[in-house]
C-alpha cells in the first residue's frame, strides 16, 4: 500500500471515533486487486492471532468504544499478571504510565472503563501485589459474570475479538491524544508513543502483534522517530502524526 493511501485511511481515522468536535464518517478503503483481496480473506480465516480492525461506519462508533473497553477488562483479568507476586518495577512503571495515560484520553463515553481505571490508580499498590488484588477493585464496576463478547471485526469468531478491540483502544487513545491536547497542557507524542511501546511490551498477549509491532517502533518505521516528537508542541499538526503513525504502523503490520 503507498503511503499516501495509507496517510488517507488515517486521516479518515481521526474523523471516526467520535471525539468531540470530530464528524464521524465512513472509513475509505485503497483498492485492493481481486486475487490479493482472496488471499487476505484466505488470511485472516486460519491465523485467528492477528488483529484486526474492520472499517468503522457511522453507526459502529459505539460498537468500537464496548469492544475496546472489553479488550481493556479481558486484558487486566489475563494480561497483567503472568508470573506470581508484585509485578516488577520495570512492569508497575509501565502498567501505571498506560492507566495515566488513558484516564486522559479516552472519551467521556467509556465510563466504565474510566470508573475501573480510576479505582486501580487510587488503590494502584494493593493493584500491583496480586491478580486477586486487581480483581477485586475491578470486580466493583463489571458483572459478577463478564460476557467477553465483542461486537466487531470478529468474522463470526468471537476468539477474534480480544486484539481487535485492543487495537481498538490504541486507536482510540492515539486521537484522544490529540482532543486532550487542545484543552490541556500537551501530552508529547513521543511520551504517548513510548507508553504504548511499553505496554505492547510487557502486557500485549498476542506474540505476533507484539514482535511485529515492537520491531517497527525500535527501527523509526514510517519515520516514527522523527515524527513523534519528545518535547511539548502546541501544534495540533504535530499532535495529529501520532494516530497517523499508529494507523499507518497497524496497517503495515497486518
Not at 488513558?102 to 475501573?116: E, G, V, Y
Request: glycine content about 4%; aromatic content about 10%.
Amino acid at each position: 500500500t503507498k503511503p499516501s493511501a495509507l496517510r488517507e485511511n488515517a486521516n479518515n481515522l481521526l474523523k471516526e471515533l467520535g471525539f468531540e468536535g470530530v464528524k464521524v464518517g465512513p472509513l475509505k478503503a485503497p483498492p485492493m486487486p481481486i486475487a490479493k483481496l482472496r488471499a487476505v480473506k484466505e488470511k485472516l480465516k486460519t491465523d485467528k492471532q492477528k488483529a484486526r480492525v474492520i472499517p468503522f461506519q457511522m453507526h459502529d462508533v459505539q460498537d468500537a468504544w464496548t469492544d475496546a473497553s472489553v479488550s481493556f477488562e479481558f486484558a487486566l483479568k489475563n494480561g497483567i499478571f503472568m508470573e506470581n507476586g508484585r509485578l516488577s518495577r520495570e512492569k508497575t512503571e509501565a502498567f501505571h504510565s498506560w492507566l495515566d495515560l488513558l484516564s486522559k484520553t479516552l472519551p467521556s463515553q467509556m465510563a466504565r472503563t474510566h470508573d475501573i481505571i480510576d479505582a486501580i490508580l487510587k488503590k494502584f499498590a494493593e493493584a500491583t501485589g496480586s491478580q486477586t488484588k486487581l480483581d477485586e477493585l475491578v470486580s466493583q464496576h463489571v458483572p459478577s459474570q463478564p460476557n467477553w463478547t465483542w461486537r466487531t471485526c470478529t468474522y463470526g469468531d468471537n476468539e477474534m475479538g480480544y486484539t481487535c478491540g485492543l487495537w481498538q483502544l490504541f486507536h482510540i487513545m492515539s486521537v484522544g491524544v490529540v482532543e486532550y491536547n487542545k484543552h490541556n497542557p500537551p501530552i508529547p507524542t513521543r511520551q504517548a508513543s513510548e507508553t504504548l511501546r511499553n505496554y505492547i511490551d510487557h502486557f500485549f498477549q498476542c506474540d505476533v502483534c507484539r514482535m511485529n509491532f515492537l520491531s517497527m517502533y525500535d527501527t523509526c518505521a514510517f519515520d516514527g522517530c522523527h515524527r513523534l516528537s519528545e518535547n511539548p508542541s502546541l501544534s495540533e499538526q504535530e499532535w495529529r502524526e501520532l494516530p497517523l503513525w499508529l494507523w499507518e504502523t497497524h496497517n503495515d503490520g497486518e
